[in-house]
């Protein structure tokens, strides 16, 4: 499976940035039913969770921090999660990472998640 993440960029803070990250490989199929979500790490500090968005689409969960601000959303035709990130702050600054999960619902826990995309970097200056 190949999670090929893109969008990330140098924004000042405030503004927005739509994160986008498409899945594909032969081994997809398998996994194409379960939840996938965004995970981040900033510069010294451990990678977080960041949202999660179950396969049906209907049910999504954030770190707090993003709440009110961030928006997970799939589009299962085209095998694609997007992370519409509005009002962004300096403390977003990292490298995001796309992921699929081993189950069709997921969790902030790293051990949940089956499938890591390379990450792009995010840079909110102030």
């Known amino acids: 499976v190949q999670l090929q993440a893109s969008g990330g960029g140098l924004v000042q803070a405030g503004d927005s940035l739509k994160l986008s990250c498409a899945a594909s490989?032969?081994?997809?199929?398998?996994?194409?039913?379960?939840?996938m979500g965004w995970f981040r790490q900033a510069p010294g500090k451990e990678r977080e969770f960041v949202a999660q968005?179950?396969?049906?689409?209907?049910?999504?969960t954030y770190e707090d921090s993003v709440k009110g601000r961030f928006t997970i959303s799939r589009d299962n035709a085209k095998n694609t999660v997007y992370l519409q990130m509005n009002s962004l702050k300096p403390e977003d600054t990292a490298v995001y990472y796309c992921?699929?999960?081993?189950?069709?619902?997921?969790?902030?826990?790293?051990?949940?998640?089956?499938?890591w995309g390379q990450g792009t970097q995010v840079t909110v200056s102030s």
């Open positions: 490989g032969r081994a997809f199929r398998a996994v194409s039913n379960n939840a």
């Open positions: 968005i179950n396969w049906k689409a209907n049910s999504a």
């Open positions: 992921v699929s999960y081993r189950r069709a619902c997921g969790s902030r826990e790293q051990y949940d998640v089956s499938y």
